[in-house]
């Protein structure tokens, strides 16, 4: 599947090529398309399958992912950044259908979608046009340019509220209990539905909470900014006793491609998360304090939820992804303290 361009003219040409469909001829290159490329997780994907050797093409509205987090990939002659609002339909196939007919598209890694789940519950048209409409909008360009194989960021709040049970790929009914969960839920069914008809294979990825840099949302994130604000005193949402699984953001792109490599379904559907019962929102607050503002004072409230659609605990059954050989670097400890030291370097505190 690898392929790799060995002329930087070849592609260059191409950029400059005239709109046409195109379909992939035997041995011809391929590129790979990221949604939310500018993004925490589609960055780093976008990067990933640029030193891989591939052509990539990368779509963002920038309202959530920034410029900045492109940055040595802007000018790097095997990746091409379009501005797109992927809820505007005409705007998603005119630019998908341009990049195809440039060089043809193999693959959709969708990682486009609304992250701040709180404020979906607030607007839920924030989750249907950033999360909802993303998805379908996309799967009608992949559609008409005939691209097989689609990647989805799915996530565990597909779920909704299921105690401290384990949570399995085959639990159910899903029952989520946040508008974010509702609609990636609801892409899900989307894409299945896709490849009962026309879609070759897809991949859904369940993600737990992730973590690292560059972080643009997140419980870390947010002390790390409150602390510079109050050095003295953190308020945390919640009673502190909130305990989830916690998967470093390095270790999500090393099994999300390992999937790629390694799954062999139509549709294929995995937890992916660190394998243990996760740490408590108190373990996140000292270890933030401790690196950000030691003696600060940490304020809890006294509900066992954060907020609404907020889900307080749960823990990942990874037995799916496990039985194929993979494994994650970092339990959700480490992962924790991991990702406070980056987060407070990329806040400029130290």
Known sequence: MEVVIAQSERLKAQ????????????????????????????????RLFVDRGYPVFGFDDLSR????????????????????????????RSRFMDCHSRIPISEVWHMAANSDIAAGI?????????????????????????????????SSAVYGDLGEAPIREDVGPLLPVS???????????????????W?????????????????????????????????????VLGSGRQQKAYLHVNDLIDAIVYLRANASERLGYYNIGPGDNGVTVSFIAETTVGAVAPGAGIEYGVEDRGWTGDVPRFSYDIAKISALGWRPQLGSADAVRKAVGEIVRQEGHL
Do not use: W
């Not at 294979?201 to 409150?226: C, E, S």
């Open 15 to 46: 950029k400059l090529a005239p709109t046409k469909k195109r379909q992939i001829g035997l041995g011809e290159p391929h590129a790979i398309l990221v949604s939310g490329a500018a993004g925490f997780v589609g960055s780093k994907l976008a």
């Open 65 to 92: 992912g920034s410029r900045q987090n492109l940055s040595g990939l802007l000018t790097h002659e095997r990746f091409i950044f379009e501005k797109v609002d992927l809820s505007d339909a005409g705007a998603v």
């Open 122 to 154: 607030a607007d839920a048209s924030v989750d249907l046009r950033d999360t909802f409409l993303s998805t379908f909008n996309v799967l009608n360009a992949m559609k008409e340019a005939g691209v097989p194989f689609l990647a989805f960021a799915s």
């Open 179 to 197: 508008n974010y969960g509702a609609m990636k839920l609801a892409s899900e069914a989307l894409i299945s539905a896709a490849v009962e008809n």
């Open 199 to 235: 879609l070759a294979r897809a991949l859904l990825f369940r993600f737990p909470n992730v973590i690292g840099v560059p972080a643009t949302h997140g419980v870390i994130l947010d002390f790390v900014r409150k602390l510079r604000i109050t050095p003295n005193k953190l308020n």
